[in-house]
């Protein structure tokens, strides 16, 4: 289970809040990727918080309302648009970092999960597998999770036949077959080869 240390020692070296940021979303065909940043308050942390991935819908709902209480949060969003033009990596980044300015201050430090952090001038430090490791960036994780999960949900009212409300996006077979047969929709990656070569495809009548 992901613990309080890095936080500890960073918010003692730096003398303040630590942030913990996470991304989702990088992988799927379609939607935005959404990152989080969260400060934990060492006197009300919600008990069960753990990497996303290791937790149902359902706990990380819970999960997600307790820290919307009792932390500091911010969400921040690229859109397909971005993830088109800037690609899905350095997306990914633009979202980490409009996610610890939608926090509203300034962390005195910033964890960031994966091996590689925003360029920016925070202070801050990647930790590969941090969310399996760091206690706020796991609960980064869990809102990032949460939110672009319901935004997949949102999007399936629009758009029933892609199935994104139980794949959110990802290369499902059942999305995968109506990406060929009807299309990509406005909210598709295009710069993702199985989308291009969707759309390319229906273009040429293959």
Known sequence: MPDFKHERRAGRLHQGPVAGVDEAGRGPLAGPVVAAAVVLDPRCIPEGIDDSKALTAARRAA???????????????????????????WASMLAMARAVEALGFRPAFVLVDGNRCPDWDHQSQAI????????????????????????????????????????????????????????????HRRSFAPVAQAELDLRIGA
């Open 63 to 89: 999960l997600h309302a307790r820290l919307v209480e009792c932390a500091r949060v911010g969400v921040g969003i690229a859109s397909v648009e971005e993830i088109d033009r800037l690609n899905i990596f």
């Open 128 to 187: 590969v597998g941090g969310d399996a490791i760091c206690l706020s960036i796991a609960a980064a994780s869990i809102v990032a999770k949460h939110r672009r999960d319901c935004m997949m949900e949102e999007l399936d009212a629009l758009h029933p036949d892609y199935g994104w409300r139980s794949n959110k996006g990802y290369a499902a077979k059942a999305h995968q077959e109506a990406l060929r047969t009807l299309g990509p929709t406005p909210h």
